[in-house]
């Protein structure tokens, strides 16, 4: 059926607003609903995938809610070892670079990989790792058998709940970890007077901690130091101070230890400072417990609530009913039951908002650093493995982000933004002594300090496009802000310095001409050459050409709205024509390299080239039908493989190349899987052991950001010139609604659909907008005002 459309007047008629800091939702919608959901349990968490995550942003903790013990996991986002270094580019590395490409071009494949591994592959000395810190533990001096316990998550006010009862006592608990007061705070009351008696600790450290008392606060001191990833010695100086503040009953502090007996409540307040960035350890963390102290519990706590909620609220989602009673049905229950086959959209919908939830938790405007692999939590077992807990640029720091701007976080974006922007300028310097090119250059992984040499192993190092990949994230920011100071200021000058890097960096292919990148992987994945041999090094990768595609294309269309550098744009659009098509192989898979070459291992998990169905829009069902066929045989044909390396991010992957190839069914199976089989009972995602040299599973953030994306695009999707309506809306959600979901353009979108069809849309926006919307075949020209939502009905 058409599209049918009216304006609808708002009374809301505040302007648009002014930077792109803090976007606040577009005029005329109403408030979400209040509930974003929660996950509850019925016994406390006896291992770290069953505890509760808290954040700020900058501090994390993982709550286990016990009743004789509690524990909170501690984890800081700059908690980092090692330390700058200006000698991580090979010195030969420039003199090799003709050479390889002239070996690869030859065909001479096993050469130009072993040139390859001996003179351009990075050298750190003290790369480093973000680093686990200790528990705080909190032991009760009351034991006994425990009635009517319950613990849970709100995802809505950001406050981890406990409650039980004990000798006829109500005892409750709360933990939050506040963004205004920058502290980590867990409270506890009882029901009778002077029942609350506890000690506080804390646990073993990974890096050595000296602990004193100190105006009767507990204080830990120390660096953040290891010998996998740094020299032992580089590191942040750290500081934890633990306060204890109480109603009633006596407090005494010794051995390490603050202790209370009698009291009638508790209030422990953590907070932590560092040197990063010239930090002052010691008094970043008195000053949080200061200003915290002067403050009532119900002031702290509402504090948290409200700034918590404001974001969560910008965006409500209903998937529908299981038409069973979930409201006593724990969350791991609920998981287990989804894992053995059950329809549960209910607890999909939560999963879409607990990863809002995440990363508000660990990534906020004034965050020092960006979600790393771990997100903001850490528990120890990537920094302890041979890849590190750091930012890497080949597929998970970009998903970690997926889900921001289309769920109303974009500002969380912020210090992705910035991290970026640092890359630009360490990167101008690797650009010049590794390739003799001018713009800036960064590869496969980065940390704290700014790393943009190649990385260190064979197969995964040499992403030549791993910061065009990551600048894209500014691209995206431009595009659902429009804030054309953040074009001018910010964007433009990171995309233009790619580019030019770009325009540096091709060379001409010899048969075609082509325009192409090299030597270069696709990472993380290995080829087999003519003569049998796996190699990795290539020139012109399907994944290069996506992104030198995008950061052109994106160069164009900035320096084209500012009017600037128009001898600059014509380099940029020349070179881009000179680009190499994608090709379909002879097993009808979209080409992975330049050449139709089989992979070594046929299940590997990274599909970079597939960046062209997701992020970019490169390819498509309707504008590109024969490489849309080719990218599913792609797919098809990993699933299909012995061994497919089933990850938490892969998994992710797949619901948004089938949510872009307009395949809602498969894109769902995919959302379930992440679910039941590649998160924990805490719904936290994790990489499987037995993959990528993991040792068993490791909790990593990015496949909860996939997942919330993936579920969006199956939703919404947008491209800035047509936002198009439940484009791959599932059978196992007939009916539902959306609110809040936000397309390029600065444009919010409400959706309600029934029977599998659009019922209505509303679409909004903070300044006048023209663009098309399309449900199904049907499309329309809308012009949006502020002040004047855009309703949008399928009669």
Same mark, same amino acid.
């Given at each position: 059926?058409?599209?049918?459309?009216?304006?609808?007047?708002?009374?809301?008629?505040?302007?648009?607003?002014?930077?792109?800091?803090?976007?606040?939702?577009?005029?005329?919608?109403?408030?979400?609903?209040?509930?974003?959901?929660?996950?509850?349990?019925?016994?406390?968490?006896?291992?770290?995938?069953?505890?509760?995550?808290?954040?700020?942003?900058?501090?994390?903790?993982?709550?286990?809610?016990?009743?004789?013990?509690?524990?909170?996991?501690?984890?800081?986002?700059?908690?980092?070892?090692?330390?700058?270094?200006?000698?991580?580019?090979?010195?030969?590395?420039?003199?090799?670079?003709?050479?390889?490409?002239?070996?690869?071009?030859?065909?001479?494949?096993?050469?130009?990989?072993?040139?390859?591994?001996?003179?351009?592959?990075?050298?750190?000395?003290?790369?480093?790792?973000?680093?686990?810190?200790?528990?705080?533990?909190?032991?009760?001096?009351?034991?006994?058998?425990?009635?009517?316990?319950?613990?849970?998550?709100?995802?809505?006010?950001?406050?981890?709940?406990?409650?039980?009862?004990?000798?006829?006592?109500?005892?409750?608990?709360?933990?939050?970890?506040?963004?205004?007061?920058?502290?980590?705070?867990?409270?506890?009351?009882?029901?009778?007077?002077?029942?609350?008696?506890?000690?506080?600790?804390?646990?073993?450290?990974?890096?050595?901690?000296?602990?004193?008392?100190?105006?009767?606060?507990?204080?830990?001191?120390?660096?953040?130091?290891?010998?996998?990833?740094?020299?032992?010695?580089?590191?942040?100086?750290?500081?934890?101070?633990?306060?204890?503040?109480?109603?009633?009953?006596?407090?005494?502090?010794?051995?390490?230890?603050?202790?209370?007996?009698?009291?009638?409540?508790?209030?422990?307040?953590?907070?932590?400072?560092?040197?990063?960035?010239?930090?002052?350890?010691?008094?970043?963390?008195?000053?949080?417990?200061?200003?915290?102290?002067?403050?009532?519990?119900?002031?702290?706590?509402?504090?948290?609530?409200?700034?918590?909620?404001?974001?969560?609220?910008?965006?409500?989602?209903?998937?529908?009913?299981?038409?069973?009673?979930?409201?006593?049905?724990?969350?791991?229950?609920?998981?287990?039951?989804?894992?053995?086959?059950?329809?549960?959209?209910?607890?999909?919908?939560?999963?879409?908002?607990?990863?809002?939830?995440?990363?508000?938790?660990?990534?906020?405007?004034?965050?020092?650093?960006?979600?790393?692999?771990?997100?903001?939590?850490?528990?120890?077992?990537?920094?302890?493995?041979?890849?590190?807990?750091?930012?890497?640029?080949?597929?998970?720091?970009?998903?970690?982000?997926?889900?921001?701007?289309?769920?109303?976080?974009?500002?969380?974006?912020?210090?992705?933004?910035?991290?970026?922007?640092?890359?630009?300028?360490?990167?101008?310097?690797?650009?010049?002594?590794?390739?003799?090119?001018?713009?800036?250059?960064?590869?496969?992984?980065?940390?704290?300090?700014?790393?943009?040499?190649?990385?260190?192993?064979?197969?995964?190092?040499?992403?030549?496009?791993?910061?065009?990949?990551?600048?894209?994230?500014?691209?995206?920011?431009?595009?659902?802000?429009?804030?054309?100071?953040?074009?001018?200021?910010?964007?433009?000058?990171?995309?233009?310095?790619?580019?030019?890097?770009?325009?540096?960096?091709?060379?001409?292919?010899?048969?075609?001409?082509?325009?192409?990148?090299?030597?270069?992987?696709?990472?993380?994945?290995?080829?087999?050459?003519?003569?049998?041999?796996?190699?990795?090094?290539?020139?012109?990768?399907?994944?290069?050409?996506?992104?030198?595609?995008?950061?052109?294309?994106?160069?164009?269309?900035?320096?084209?709205?500012?009017?600037?550098?128009?001898?600059?744009?014509?380099?940029?659009?020349?070179?881009?024509?000179?680009?190499?098509?994608?090709?379909?192989?002879?097993?009808?898979?979209?080409?992975?390299?330049?050449?139709?070459?089989?992979?070594?291992?046929?299940?590997?998990?990274?599909?970079?080239?597939?960046?062209?169905?997701?992020?970019?829009? %490169?390819?498509?069902?309707?504008?590109?039908?024969?490489?849309?066929?080719?990218?599913?045989?792609?797919?098809?044909?990993?699933?299909?493989?012995?061994?497919?390396?089933?990850?938490?991010?892969?998994?992710?992957?797949?619901?948004?190349?089938?949510?872009?190839?307009?395949?809602?069914?498969?894109?769902?199976?995919?959302?379930?899987?992440?679910?039941?089989?590649?998160?924990?009972?805490?719904?936290?995602?994790?990489?499987?052991?037995?993959?990528?040299?993991?040792?068993?599973?490791?909790?990593?953030?990015?496949?909860?950001?996939?997942?919330?994306?993936?579920?969006?695009?199956?939703?919404?999707?947008?491209?800035?010139?047509?936002?198009?309506?439940?484009?791959?809306?599932?059978?196992?959600?007939?009916?539902?609604?959306?609110?809040?979901?936000?397309?390029?353009?600065?444009?919010?979108?409400?959706?309600?659909?029934?029977?599998?069809?659009?019922?209505?849309?509303?679409?909004?926006?903070?300044?006048?907008?023209?663009?098309?919307?399309?449900?199904?075949?049907?499309?329309?020209?809308?012009?949006? %005002?502020?002040?004047?939502?855009?309703?949008?009905?399928?009669?």
């Amino acid at each position: 059926m058409p599209l049918a459309g009216t304006d609808h007047l708002s009374d809301d008629s505040s302007p648009a607003p002014a930077d792109d800091s803090s976007p606040a939702p577009a005029d005329g919608r109403s408030p979400a609903p209040a509930d974003a959901g929660e996950l509850w349990y019925r016994a406390p968490a006896t291992r770290w995938f069953e505890a509760l995550p808290i954040g700020n942003g900058r501090l994390g903790g993982m709550v286990y809610g016990g009743t004789d013990t509690e524990r909170i996991q501690l984890s800081e986002s700059t908690a980092w070892s090692g330390a700058p270094s200006g000698d991580d580019v090979s010195p030969t590395g420039l003199d090799q670079i003709d050479r390889v490409r002239a070996l690869l071009f030859a065909g001479e494949h096993a050469q130009a990989q072993r040139l390859t591994a001996e003179h351009l592959l990075g050298r750190p000395t003290s790369f480093g790792t973000n680093l686990p810190l200790p528990e705080v533990v909190i032991e009760h001096s009351d034991g006994g058998p425990v009635q009517d316990y319950r613990r849970g998550l709100s995802l809505t006010d950001g406050v981890v709940r406990s409650a039980f009862t004990r000798r006829g006592i109500r005892y409750t608990t709360e933990a939050v970890a506040s963004h205004p007061a920058q502290l980590i705070a867990y409270r506890i009351e009882a029901t009778a007077p002077g029942a609350v008696s506890l000690q506080v600790s804390v646990g073993e450290s990974v890096f050595p901690l000296v602990t004193r008392i100190e105006n009767e606060d507990l204080a830990l001191s120390g660096r953040a130091v290891e010998t996998l990833h740094s020299n032992g010695r580089d590191g942040v100086d750290l500081t934890i101070r633990i306060r204890l503040l109480h109603d009633g009953g006596t407090k005494t502090a010794a051995g390490g230890r603050l202790l209370l007996h009698g009291a009638d409540s508790a209030t422990v307040l953590v907070a932590i400072g560092t040197s990063w960035q010239h930090g002052r350890p010691d008094e970043d963390a008195l000053g949080p417990l200061d200003a915290a102290a002067a403050l009532s519990w119900p002031g702290l706590r509402d504090a948290h609530v409200t700034d918590v909620s404001e974001l969560m609220r910008r965006v409500s989602i209903d998937l529908g009913g299981s038409g069973r009673d979930i409201s006593e049905s724990p969350t791991d229950e609920r998981r287990d039951r989804l894992s053995a086959g059950e329809e549960d959209p209910e607890l999909i919908a939560l999963y879409f908002q607990y990863g809002r939830y995440l990363t508000i938790a660990g990534s906020r405007h004034d965050s020092p650093l960006p979600l790393a692999l771990q997100g903001l939590w850490n528990d120890g077992l990537a920094s302890s493995a041979s890849w590190t807990n750091d930012f890497h640029l080949d597929m998970n720091t970009q998903q970690n982000y997926w889900a921001a701007e289309a769920t109303g976080l974009g500002e969380c974006q912020e210090p992705l933004l910035r991290l970026v922007e640092n890359l630009r300028s360490h990167g101008r310097d690797t650009a010049r002594r590794l390739y003799g090119a001018r713009g800036w250059v960064a590869h496969t992984v980065t940390n704290a300090w700014g790393y943009t040499a190649p990385g260190w192993g064979m197969g995964w190092g040499l992403n030549v496009t791993g910061g065009a990949w990551i600048a894209m994230q500014h691209w995206e920011r431009w595009e659902y802000g429009q804030n054309e100071r953040f074009l001018r200021d910010r964007a433009y000058p990171v995309i233009k310095e790619a580019a030019e890097f770009f325009l540096d960096y091709l060379v001409p292919e010899p048969d075609h001409g082509w325009l192409v990148t090299g030597p270069s992987d696709s990472p993380e994945n290995w080829y087999l050459a003519p003569t049998g041999e796996q190699c990795s090094v290539s020139m012109g990768s399907t994944c290069d050409r996506v992104f030198v595609d995008a950061i052109f294309r994106m160069c164009v269309e900035a320096s084209e709205r500012l009017d600037l550098d128009s001898s600059f744009r014509e380099r940029v659009r020349e070179a881009r024509r000179r680009l190499p098509p994608f090709r379909i192989g002879r097993h009808g898979q979209l080409q992975e390299w330049l050449i139709d070459l089989d992979e070594a291992v046929p299940s590997h998990r990274h599909t970079s080239h597939l960046m062209a169905l997701f992020p970019e829009r %490169q390819i498509s069902p309707r504008a590109t039908p024969d490489l849309a066929r080719a990218a599913r045989v792609t797919i098809e044909r990993r699933e299909a493989a012995p061994g497919w390396e089933q990850t938490e991010w892969a998994e992710a992957n797949l619901a948004v190349y089938f949510a872009r190839l307009l395949d809602g069914d498969t894109a769902h199976q995919h959302v379930r899987s992440l679910i039941a089989d590649a998160s924990e009972a805490n719904l936290l995602s994790f990489s499987a052991g037995g993959v990528a040299g993991a040792a068993q599973n490791i909790y990593s953030f990015d496949g909860n950001a996939g997942g919330t994306a993936g579920i969006a695009e199956m939703l919404l999707q947008s491209d800035g010139e047509e936002i198009e309506l439940l484009p791959a809306l599932p059978s196992a959600w007939p009916n539902g609604s959306v609110r809040g979901l936000r397309a390029r353009g600065g444009i919010e979108v409400d959706l309600t659909w029934t029977g599998g069809q659009l019922d209505h849309a509303t679409v909004r926006a903070p300044r006048p907008v023209r663009t098309r919307v399309r449900y199904g075949d049907d499309v329309r020209v809308c012009q949006i %005002q502020p002040g004047r939502p855009y309703r949008i009905a399928d009669r």
